[in-house]
Protein backbone atom coordinates (compact mmCIF):
# COMPACT_ATOMS: atom_id res chain seq x y z
CA UNK A 1 0.00 0.00 0.00
CA UNK A 2 1.45 3.48 -0.91
CA UNK A 3 2.11 6.05 1.85
CA UNK A 4 -0.96 7.91 0.22
CA UNK A 5 -3.18 4.62 0.50
CA UNK A 6 -2.81 4.72 4.29
CA UNK A 7 -3.25 8.34 5.30
CA UNK A 8 -6.67 7.99 2.99
CA UNK A 9 -7.52 4.71 5.00
CA UNK A 10 -6.30 6.34 8.26
CA UNK A 11 -8.64 9.13 8.09
CA UNK A 12 -11.34 7.28 6.70
CA UNK A 13 -11.12 5.48 10.11
CA UNK A 14 -10.82 8.77 11.60
CA UNK A 15 -13.87 10.14 10.30
CA UNK A 16 -16.16 6.49 11.71
CA UNK A 17 -14.99 6.80 14.96
CA UNK A 18 -15.75 11.12 15.61
CA UNK A 19 -19.43 10.35 13.24
CA UNK A 20 -19.92 7.48 15.85
CA UNK A 21 -18.96 9.96 18.33
CA UNK A 22 -21.35 11.95 17.56
CA UNK A 23 -24.03 10.28 17.27
CA UNK A 24 -23.78 8.86 20.87
CA UNK A 25 -23.61 12.09 21.83
CA UNK A 26 -27.13 12.93 20.14
CA UNK A 27 -28.68 10.05 21.35
CA UNK A 28 -27.29 10.96 24.71
CA UNK A 29 -28.38 14.70 24.69
CA UNK A 30 -31.66 13.65 23.29
CA UNK A 31 -32.11 11.00 26.26
CA UNK A 32 -31.68 13.87 28.63
CA UNK A 33 -33.75 16.20 27.13
CA UNK A 34 -36.76 13.12 26.76
CA UNK A 35 -35.71 12.58 30.47
CA UNK A 36 -35.88 16.26 31.61
CA UNK A 37 -40.17 16.65 29.63
CA UNK A 38 -40.86 13.07 31.15
CA UNK A 39 -39.46 14.27 34.55
CA UNK A 40 -41.28 17.75 33.97
CA UNK A 41 -44.43 16.42 33.03
CA UNK A 42 -44.84 14.17 36.32
CA UNK A 43 -43.83 17.48 38.17
CA UNK A 44 -47.07 19.06 36.85
CA UNK A 45 -49.28 16.36 36.92
CA UNK A 46 -48.19 16.15 40.60
CA UNK A 47 -48.64 19.55 41.14
CA UNK A 48 -52.25 19.95 39.87
CA UNK A 49 -53.19 17.10 41.62
CA UNK A 50 -51.83 18.33 44.69
CA UNK A 51 -53.62 21.42 44.82
CA UNK A 52 -56.67 20.33 43.97
CA UNK A 53 -56.43 17.79 46.87
CA UNK A 54 -55.28 20.60 49.31
CA UNK A 55 -58.67 22.66 47.86
CA UNK A 56 -60.99 19.67 48.75
CA UNK A 57 -59.30 18.47 51.64
CA UNK A 58 -58.26 21.98 53.59
CA UNK A 59 -60.07 25.16 52.48
CA UNK A 60 -63.94 24.23 53.60
CA UNK A 61 -64.28 27.50 54.54
CA UNK A 62 -67.66 27.89 54.06
CA UNK A 63 -68.28 24.30 56.53
CA UNK A 64 -68.21 23.24 59.69
CA UNK A 65 -67.62 20.10 61.77
CA UNK A 66 -65.30 16.93 60.15
CA UNK A 67 -64.44 17.06 57.25
CA UNK A 68 -61.97 14.45 55.77
CA UNK A 69 -59.51 14.42 52.15
CA UNK A 70 -56.75 12.92 50.84
CA UNK A 71 -53.69 14.34 48.92
CA UNK A 72 -51.80 11.92 46.63
CA UNK A 73 -48.76 12.54 44.79
CA UNK A 74 -45.94 10.76 43.07
CA UNK A 75 -43.07 12.41 44.66
CA UNK A 76 -42.17 14.92 47.01
CA UNK A 77 -42.56 16.11 50.38
CA UNK A 78 -45.47 17.99 52.91
CA UNK A 79 -44.45 20.10 55.41
CA UNK A 80 -46.16 22.54 57.65
CA UNK A 81 -44.54 26.13 57.53
CA UNK A 82 -45.38 29.51 59.90
CA UNK A 83 -46.74 32.00 58.43
CA UNK A 84 -48.89 35.56 59.91
CA UNK A 85 -52.00 37.39 58.78
CA UNK A 86 -52.97 40.73 60.15
CA UNK A 87 -56.37 42.92 59.45
CA UNK A 88 -55.88 46.57 60.35
CA UNK A 89 -58.56 48.90 60.75
CA UNK A 90 -56.68 51.98 59.25
CA UNK A 91 -52.96 51.87 61.17
CA UNK A 92 -54.31 50.47 63.87
CA UNK A 93 -53.67 46.22 64.16
CA UNK A 94 -57.31 44.63 64.36
CA UNK A 95 -56.74 40.97 63.77
CA UNK A 96 -53.01 38.86 64.01
CA UNK A 97 -53.13 34.99 63.54
CA UNK A 98 -49.99 32.91 63.44
CA UNK A 99 -51.25 30.11 61.11
CA UNK A 100 -49.72 27.30 59.39
CA UNK A 101 -49.10 26.88 55.59
CA UNK A 102 -49.21 23.66 54.19
CA UNK A 103 -46.55 22.85 51.33
CA UNK A 104 -45.39 20.22 48.76
CA UNK A 105 -42.64 20.25 47.05
CA UNK A 106 -40.78 19.05 44.32
CA UNK A 107 -37.81 21.13 43.50
CA UNK A 108 -38.75 23.70 41.78
CA UNK A 109 -42.37 22.90 41.68
CA UNK A 110 -44.71 23.53 44.75
CA UNK A 111 -47.95 23.87 46.31
CA UNK A 112 -48.83 25.95 49.13
CA UNK A 113 -52.11 26.15 51.04
CA UNK A 114 -51.93 29.53 53.47
CA UNK A 115 -54.58 32.31 54.66
CA UNK A 116 -57.32 30.67 52.24
CA UNK A 117 -55.32 30.44 48.90
CA UNK A 118 -53.41 27.60 47.31
CA UNK A 119 -51.05 28.94 45.00
CA UNK A 120 -49.11 26.58 42.51
CA UNK A 121 -45.50 26.88 41.10
CA UNK A 122 -44.21 25.50 38.26
CA UNK A 123 -41.00 26.43 37.98
CA UNK A 124 -41.19 29.60 38.78
CA UNK A 125 -44.16 30.01 36.82
CA UNK A 126 -46.83 31.05 40.06
CA UNK A 127 -50.54 31.40 40.12
CA UNK A 128 -53.70 30.80 42.47
CA UNK A 129 -55.33 27.98 42.01
CA UNK A 130 -57.87 28.78 44.51
CA UNK A 131 -58.55 32.30 45.73
CA UNK A 132 -58.47 33.70 49.16
CA UNK A 133 -61.92 33.92 51.05
CA UNK A 134 -62.26 37.91 50.42
CA UNK A 135 -64.45 40.09 48.45
CA UNK A 136 -65.13 43.95 48.37
CA UNK A 137 -67.57 46.75 47.32
CA UNK A 138 -67.49 50.43 47.28
CA UNK A 139 -68.66 50.19 50.35
CA UNK A 140 -68.02 46.97 52.17
CA UNK A 141 -65.14 44.26 52.39
CA UNK A 142 -65.62 40.75 53.67
CA UNK A 143 -62.41 39.55 54.77
CA UNK A 144 -61.67 35.47 55.79
CA UNK A 145 -58.87 35.12 57.55
CA UNK A 146 -57.83 31.59 57.61
CA UNK A 147 -56.04 29.99 60.79
CA UNK A 148 -54.91 26.55 59.89
CA UNK A 149 -53.05 24.06 62.39
CA UNK A 150 -51.36 20.91 61.15
CA UNK A 151 -50.18 18.17 62.55
CA UNK A 152 -47.90 16.82 62.66
CA UNK A 153 -45.61 19.37 61.08
CA UNK A 154 -43.17 17.31 59.01
CA UNK A 155 -46.04 15.36 57.61
CA UNK A 156 -44.41 13.24 54.86
CA UNK A 157 -41.18 12.00 52.74
CA UNK A 158 -40.45 11.32 49.18
CA UNK A 159 -43.16 9.93 47.34
CA UNK A 160 -45.14 7.93 46.17
CA UNK A 161 -47.47 8.98 48.84
CA UNK A 162 -51.03 9.70 50.23
CA UNK A 163 -52.29 11.18 53.11
CA UNK A 164 -55.53 11.19 55.29
CA UNK A 165 -56.25 14.61 55.80
CA UNK A 166 -59.08 15.24 58.87
CA UNK A 167 -60.16 18.74 59.59
CA UNK A 168 -62.10 20.62 62.54
CA UNK A 169 -63.62 23.39 60.70
CA UNK A 170 -64.92 26.58 62.97
CA UNK A 171 -65.80 30.27 62.19
CA UNK A 172 -65.77 33.03 64.12
CA UNK A 173 -66.88 36.45 63.41
CA UNK A 174 -64.58 39.01 64.70
CA UNK A 175 -65.08 42.19 63.26
CA UNK A 176 -68.69 43.20 62.27
CA UNK A 177 -70.16 46.51 60.98
CA UNK A 178 -66.87 48.48 61.79
CA UNK A 179 -66.41 51.61 59.14
CA UNK A 180 -63.01 52.98 58.16
CA UNK A 181 -59.77 51.66 55.83
CA UNK A 182 -58.98 48.50 55.91
CA UNK A 183 -55.72 46.36 55.32
CA UNK A 184 -54.95 42.47 55.32
CA UNK A 185 -51.35 41.38 54.69
CA UNK A 186 -50.41 37.84 54.16
CA UNK A 187 -46.49 36.35 54.83
CA UNK A 188 -45.78 34.99 51.55
CA UNK A 189 -42.27 34.24 49.90
CA UNK A 190 -44.07 33.64 46.57
CA UNK A 191 -45.79 37.38 46.83
CA UNK A 192 -46.98 37.52 42.75
CA UNK A 193 -50.40 35.81 42.66
CA UNK A 194 -51.59 37.30 46.43
CA UNK A 195 -50.67 40.70 44.25
CA UNK A 196 -53.09 40.04 41.17
CA UNK A 197 -55.53 38.06 43.72
CA UNK A 198 -55.95 41.51 45.66
CA UNK A 199 -55.84 43.50 42.86
CA UNK A 200 -58.73 41.64 41.72
CA UNK A 201 -60.37 42.35 44.66
CA UNK A 202 -59.83 46.07 44.14
CA UNK A 203 -57.13 46.80 47.16
CA UNK A 204 -54.03 48.45 46.75
CA UNK A 205 -51.22 46.35 46.93
CA UNK A 206 -47.94 46.43 48.31
CA UNK A 207 -44.97 44.58 49.63
CA UNK A 208 -43.04 44.80 52.92
CA UNK A 209 -41.54 42.79 55.84
CA UNK A 210 -42.84 42.99 59.46
CA UNK A 211 -40.76 42.29 62.16
CA UNK A 212 -40.18 38.78 63.33
CA UNK A 213 -41.01 37.65 60.16
CA UNK A 214 -39.81 34.69 57.93
CA UNK A 215 -40.93 36.20 55.16
CA UNK A 216 -41.98 39.63 53.36
CA UNK A 217 -45.72 39.94 53.32
CA UNK A 218 -48.13 41.24 50.86
CA UNK A 219 -50.23 44.12 52.00
CA UNK A 220 -53.41 44.75 50.52
CA UNK A 221 -55.43 48.42 51.15
CA UNK A 222 -59.09 48.73 50.78
CA UNK A 223 -59.01 52.64 50.89
CA UNK A 224 -62.08 55.17 51.38
CA UNK A 225 -64.60 54.12 53.94
CA UNK A 226 -65.85 50.42 53.97
CA UNK A 227 -68.03 48.51 56.15
CA UNK A 228 -65.48 45.71 56.97
CA UNK A 229 -67.05 42.18 58.39
CA UNK A 230 -63.93 40.00 59.61
CA UNK A 231 -64.18 36.12 59.84
CA UNK A 232 -61.19 33.90 61.54
CA UNK A 233 -61.87 30.88 60.05
CA UNK A 234 -60.34 28.34 62.15
CA UNK A 235 -59.12 24.70 60.29
CA UNK A 236 -57.38 21.91 62.67
CA UNK A 237 -56.03 19.45 60.62
CA UNK A 238 -54.29 15.89 61.16
CA UNK A 239 -52.25 14.65 58.65
CA UNK A 240 -52.34 10.37 58.58
CA UNK A 241 -50.25 7.93 56.56
CA UNK A 242 -52.41 6.43 53.84
Known sequence: MTGGNVARGQSHVIGVALLIGLTMVSL??????????????????????VATDLDDAIEQVEGTGTHTGHVTYTDGTLRAETRTIRVFHGDDLAVSRVTDALVYDRGEYSVTAVGGAIVRDHAG?????SGPSVSASDDIVVLGVVDLAVEPRSVGGSGPNTH?????????????DRTGEWTMAVETPLPDPWVRAFEEAGATVETGRFDGDDHPSVVATFEGERTAHVVVHRIDTEVRDG
Do not use: K, P
Open 125 to 129: SRSIA
Open 164 to 176: TLVSDVSHERVIE
Open 28 to 49: GALTATVGTVVDSNAAVGDVDR
